[in-house]
């Protein structure tokens, strides 16, 4: 009884929030078939549809599981790489404004695609920082690929660009 006690009322504030990721994760795996099923014409119109579920009240968290399905799916035709369940955790949290601690080499380019991609729909754009041109142009075609394939606009910002290159990048849906 006191283990049942103990394991019910002291859950450390980390773990009931992974439980409550762990939740949305399972809706986004859930979603993984229907998904894989729609054409790449249709995949592209759910952004319209999620668009338009937000103009009508919907909270991006509402929303979440569908987004990240269509992210999913959209990296595996695009670049033949699928989220791993630990990258939508990550995405999750990316989301939720908490940090995401990924070693070299473990996916953070494509998880960010996660939370840009809901973010982006919202209408209000996203600006995704990195530590170089380099990386910004990289990652601007590479993760752009699944951005567009979704129907949005991405943008790159680099030294040296003109004002009016630099403020149409800044109007794209998603801004490197």
Same mark, same amino acid.
Request: glycine share 8%; aromatic share 8%; net charge positive.
């Given at each position: #009884? !006191?283990?049942?006690?103990?394991?019910?009322?002291?859950?450390? =504030?980390?773990?009931?929030?992974?439980?409550?990721?762990?939740?949305?994760?399972?809706?986004?795996?859930?979603?993984?078939?229907?998904?894989?099923? !729609?054409?790449?014409?249709? @995949?592209?119109?759910?952004?319209?549809?999620?668009?338009?579920?937000?103009?009508?009240?919907?909270?991006?968290?509402? @929303?979440? =599981?569908?987004?990240?399905?269509?992210?999913?799916?959209?990296? $595996?035709?695009?670049?033949?790489?699928?989220?791993?369940?630990?990258? @939508?955790? /990550? /995405? @999750?949290?990316?989301?939720?404004?908490?940090?995401?601690? #990924?070693?070299?080499?473990? /996916?953070?380019?494509?998880?960010?695609?996660?939370?840009?991609? !809901?973010?982006?729909?919202?209408?209000?754009?996203?600006?995704?920082?990195?530590?170089?041109?380099?990386?910004?142009? &990289?990652?601007?075609?590479? #993760?752009?690929?699944?951005?567009?394939?979704?129907?949005?606009?991405?943008?790159?910002?680099?030294? /040296? #660009?003109?004002? $009016?290159? &630099?403020?149409?990048?800044?109007?794209?849906?998603?801004?490197?």
């Amino acid at each position: #009884m !006191l283990n049942f006690i103990k394991n019910s009322f002291f859950i450390s =504030p980390n773990k009931k929030i992974l439980n409550n990721y762990k939740v949305l994760l399972d809706n986004v795996n859930s979603l993984e078939n229907k998904i894989k099923s !729609l054409t790449d014409i249709q @995949i592209k119109n759910k952004t319209n549809d999620l668009k338009q579920n937000l103009k009508n009240g919907k909270k991006l968290d509402d @929303i979440l =599981p569908d987004a990240f399905a269509l992210v999913r799916e959209a990296a $595996i035709r695009t670049l033949g790489q699928r989220h791993y369940d630990v990258q @939508i955790l /990550g /995405g @999750i949290a990316l989301h939720n404004g908490k940090i995401a601690e #990924m070693k070299t080499g473990e /996916g953070k380019t494509l998880v960010s695609t996660l939370s840009a991609y !809901l973010n982006a729909i919202s209408g209000q754009g996203v600006h995704i920082v990195t530590v170089n041109d380099y990386l910004a142009s &990289r990652d601007s075609e590479w #993760m752009g690929a699944i951005y567009r394939f979704l129907g949005l606009s991405v943008g790159c910002i680099k030294s /040296g #660009m003109s004002d $009016i290159d &630099r403020k149409n990048a800044y109007l794209a849906d998603i801004t490197y």
